[in-house]
């Protein structure tokens, strides 16, 4: 609940800024056209783990950040259709197998197949008519694995890299944080992608 209300508040605080910055002099609109991507991701569930265990800075200044044969790989596909100039709707599906125990089980040996899928605001900093552009990432999403049902809120942030309005690479990290703390764990979620717009280009 209380992860809920800060999600509010994260919103009702970035929101009119973004909607505030539409009033420019130039009318031309930057809304992005649908597009349809394809990516790779990393699962971590060791790094937010040890945060917890500890603290943010122990983790900084110790170097206990998980290392590479620690994360889980997987693939994901995302529909991106913009909202405002400001404001992009994503939707993702990810697809990967991963190593954990839900809270209140014991640890399993094998690797087991996790799905989650989000819907989320990707708030960027500048219009589309610039070829990098970073963003904030905020939304909500749903998971299953091995049976058990959880949601998640998605929060971080990435950077869009625009080639001639046809297609686009996009890199982010997103921290996602239990809703249903029994059946989902905090984990960081390390993509890179890349995504092309569907039909022809206005």
Known sequence: MKMFLVFCLLISFILPLTLGAQSSVSTKSY????ALGISFFLNDY?????????SLS???RHRQFASFKELSPGIGLSYFKGILDHIDFAGTFNASFVNIALPGQ?????DNFLIEADASANIKILKDKYWVNPYLI??????????????FMPLGGGIK??????????INTQYRIP??????????????????ILGQKK
């Open 46 to 54: 060791i790094t937010p783990s040890r945060i917890r265990a500890n």
């Open 106 to 110: 014991s640890n399993t040996t094998d």
């Open 161 to 170: 890299i625009n080639f001639f309005d046809e297609a686009a690479l996009f």
């Open 31 to 34: 809304i992005r056209a649908p």
């Open 138 to 151: 905020v939304g909500v999403g749903a998971s299953e694995f091995k049976g058990y049902y959880g949601a």
């Open 58 to 60: 122990t983790v900084l």
């Open 179 to 196: 809703v249903t703390p029994e059946t989902s764990n905090y984990h960081f979620v390390h993509t890179l992608g890349i995504a092309g």
